[in-house]
């Protein structure tokens, strides 16, 4: 298993991302408050190291949620890939891009 410490340098909140690669399923849970913002979406990335931005969609409002994720996507999430949250458009990125600032991130390590 991997976890990265996603907005470790936010006291008023953090996102812990556990990653079980035998299962295929990352885990968010966010500690805090996760500031919203009217008219915007939180999007989630996948940020391998020398690699493209992939999305993994919005989040949705609560505490913590689960992602079973395919094998082609699974294959990007090892040590040094990096979990970064955007700001988007309601729905997410129109262009299959983050467009918007990346309000979170943090790197994937070894448990």
Known sequence: ???AMVGEDQKEMM???NWDPAQRRLVLAVAGDMPADP???????VIPPA????S???MPAGKKMHMDLAEQIAKLLREGTAIAITLEPPGGS????PTGPVKWSGKLESA
């Open 94 to 97: 129109p262009s299959g891009e």
């Open 1 to 3: 298993p991997m976890v």
């Open 15 to 17: 996102i812990v991302a």
């Open 51 to 54: 690699g493209t931005p992939t």
């Open 56 to 58: 993994l969609g919005t």
């Open 39 to 45: 008219g915007k979406s939180h999007e989630i990335w």
